[in-house]
């Protein structure tokens, strides 16, 4: 596809349960970055992964909170043992380059924990 | 205080009237601006990307940069029922890949 798509695009789950959500991005951006947006807030930057570079974890809000990309492909991002507080859109962007310029985002995921 | 501050409305105007949407920051050292726009349920997509201070249009929209003030805006002329959606700000500073991102403003324009 021409954009970044994202998967699934609703999960809802039990508190302390793991969830794995997915992203894959345009086809040649090298850099990815994943965002949470809780409701009326704005985009919390969570993880940028550029390449093969190690990836800048400083806005993982927890250790419960991990993320893997393989190359400039797919990139999954894992939640252990789910909190309600971690309810909220999920959000992948994609990027050319070091990541300055336009960020091409995907759908998102709607996690709800219970 | 947060870096970035944006009302998060909502704001609802008549179809054709002229929008005003704003943010402030507190980081100086800010260099890149931009605003992005998101429909209910979909991922945020780029609308206008300023450089520096100044101001920028494309179409009917118009973004604003006042650094002296610290101060962002952007205007949308004529607008439509298609134009509601939440309309982001973000901002970064020079060679940096980290945006900060406002809380959004949800506008409605009503037919």
């Known amino acids: 596809g021409a954009g970044v798509s994202q998967s699934p695009s609703n999960k809802v789950t039990e508190k302390g349960k793991d969830v794995e959500l997915r992203c894959d991005p345009i086809?040649?951006?090298?850099?990815l970055y994943w965002y949470r947006q809780r409701l009326g807030q704005g985009l919390e930057f969570l993880i940028y992964?550029?390449?093969?570079?190690?990836?800048?974890k400083s806005g993982l809000p927890s250790d419960r909170f991990s993320a893997e990309r393989t190359g400039e492909s797919v990139s999954t991002l894992t939640i252990q043992r789910t909190q309600q507080e971690d309810s909220a859109v999920y959000l992948c962007?994609?990027?050319?380059?070091?990541?300055?310029?336009?960020?091409?985002f995907g759908p998102g995921t709607r996690l709800t924990v219970l | 205080q947060k870096e970035v501050e944006q009302d998060p409305g909502p704001l609802s105007v008549p179809e054709g009237a002229i929008v005003s949407l704003n943010c402030t920051y507190s980081?100086?050292?800010?260099?890149?601006f931009m605003w992005y726009r998101q429909y209910s349920r979909k991922g945020p997509e780029l609308l206008m990307y300023?450089?520096?201070?100044g101001n920028k249009e494309d179409g009917r929209f118009t973004a604003q940069v006042d650094k002296s003030s610290k101060y962002i805006s952007l205007f949308i002329r004529d607008s439509q029922p298609s134009d509601s959606a939440t309309y982001l700000c973000?901002?970064?500073?020079?060679?940096?890949?980290?945006?900060?991102f406002g809380t959004g403003t949800r506008l409605k324009v009503l037919a």
């Open positions: 980081n100086s050292a800010f260099q890149y």
């Open positions: 300023t450089y520096s201070s």
């Open positions: 962007a994609s990027t050319q380059g070091q990541g300055e310029g336009e960020q091409f």
């Open positions: 992964f550029q390449g093969n570079s190690a990836p800048d």
């Open positions: 973000a901002m970064s500073t020079s060679g940096t890949y980290k945006y900060i």
């Open positions: 086809s040649g951006h090298t850099a």
